[in-house]
């Protein structure tokens, strides 16, 4: 009876160590699909006699991509997640209250900049503007105005929602730090803060389960910014919630629940389906491959005036929906830095940079 037990623990032991193998040759797990927000490595190729980098290469390989690995994931998660109440990914999502998840510091350290303990010194916000002064006056040269806008993270606008322990700091963030130097120049500087704290009674201006702002956020935060270069070309018309349809409907799962794999359980209860009236429809002409960011550009035919010329982050991405409307032209570029040469070739009259708050620092070399 012993002899039969432990054949038996032994097959199966066996099977066990054979899973995965079988797993890669046959997918037998694969339902189970990745969602990590990365680029997942491929088999590396043999190059004799370079053997101890494909063994590295190999071995990256091989912990991405073992069979069984995305359902272990799936199952790791929804324990955590639904029986523990923690995050599976605490450095990349953390687990709000009521149904709201926030990026964790993974993100360029986005919970300790909130909390306070990474700020932003005087001398570091003062390079930054000068920096951005720097690029005004280049354009100003060329007859374009320069306007820098800062998207808030979750964080700043629905700070209730964190956990207790990641209160934000009663300090100056590193945003208060830089729009306090940015205010003793010329400089046009969008914070959409107090505009998108003033909207939430009204709508929700975030997503619950992705790190964006959603699509009225969206409309909100390209609102006041279009409100802000109106005041230096009135030729601009002005944007009103009014020249919009805007419908509430059922909303999915967002990036933040996609990394845990919840997507289909975690979502959004609320998704607003915003249409613009018929004079406020811009028309998309083209996309151009963008080797830097990895993302197209895209271009724009409007019924307003003027050439904008737009580089931004993810958060500008949504914006493409709202602000081409209002110029005669507009180009919209994914990325962290103004490229002269592009602003030389577009000749636009008006230029927007964009980054979201986490990533201020940016600016000083945008």
Do not use: C
Not at 27 to 56: C, D, K, M, W, Y
Not at 168 to 196: G, H, N
Not at 292 to 308: C, D, E, H, I, Y
Request: glycine residues 6%; aromatic residues 12%.
């Amino acid at each position: 009876m012993t002899s039969t037990r432990s054949t038996l623990l032994a097959f199966l032991f066996g099977i066990l160590l054979l899973l995965p193998t079988l797993d890669q040759l046959f997918g037998l797990t694969a339902r189970f699909g990745s969602t990590e927000n990365r680029q997942i490595s491929g088999v590396p190729p043999l190059n004799f006699p370079h053997v101890r980098s494909f063994t590295r290469q190999f071995d990256q390989y091989y912990k991405e991509n073992f069979g069984w690995r995305n359902a272990l994931f799936y199952a790791y998660s929804r324990w955590k997640l639904n029986v523990l109440g923690e995050s599976p990914l605490p450095e990349k999502v953390v687990v709000g209250k009521s149904g709201w998840f926030y990026l964790g510091n993974s993100y360029n350290n986005v919970i300790n900049q909130h909390r306070g303990l990474q700020p932003l010194s005087v001398d570091s916000a003062r390079y930054i503007t000068n920096h951005l002064l720097m690029r005004q006056q280049e354009l100003a040269k060329q007859g374009i105005r320069l306007y820098v806008m800062v998207a808030p993270d979750s964080h700043s606008i629905y700070p209730e929602f964190l956990p207790d322990r990641m209160e934000a700091s009663s300090a100056p963030s590193r945003l208060d730090v830089l729009k306090q130097a940015v205010q003793q120049t010329d400089l046009p500087f969008i914070d959409v803060r107090d505009t998108l704290i003033s909207a939430k009674p009204r709508h929700v201006v975030y997503n619950q389960t992705d790190t964006h702002w959603n699509d009225y956020g969206t409309l909100i935060g390209s609102a006041a910014l279009l409100e802000r270069i109106r005041q230096d070309q009135p030729a601009v018309p002005p944007m009103q919630t009014s020249d919009f349809r805007i419908e509430q409907q059922k909303g999915v799962g967002g990036d933040l629940v996609r990394m845990l794999t919840v997507q289909d359980e975690q979502k959004d209860p609320v998704y607003y389906y915003i249409q613009p009236s018929g004079n406020r429809t811009a028309r998309q002409v083209a996309t151009e491959p963008n080797e830097v960011s990895g993302f197209p550009s895209t271009r724009f035919a409007g019924s307003g005036s003027g050439k904008l010329l737009f580089v931004g982050d993810s958060f500008s991405h949504s914006m493409m929906q709202f602000l081409p409307a209002y110029f005669r032209e507009s180009f919209f570029v994914r990325g962290s830095q103004l490229n002269s040469s592009l602003v030389r070739k577009e000749r636009p009259n008006v230029v927007v940079i964009e980054v979201v708050e986490r990533n201020i620092s940016f600016l000083g070399n945008f």
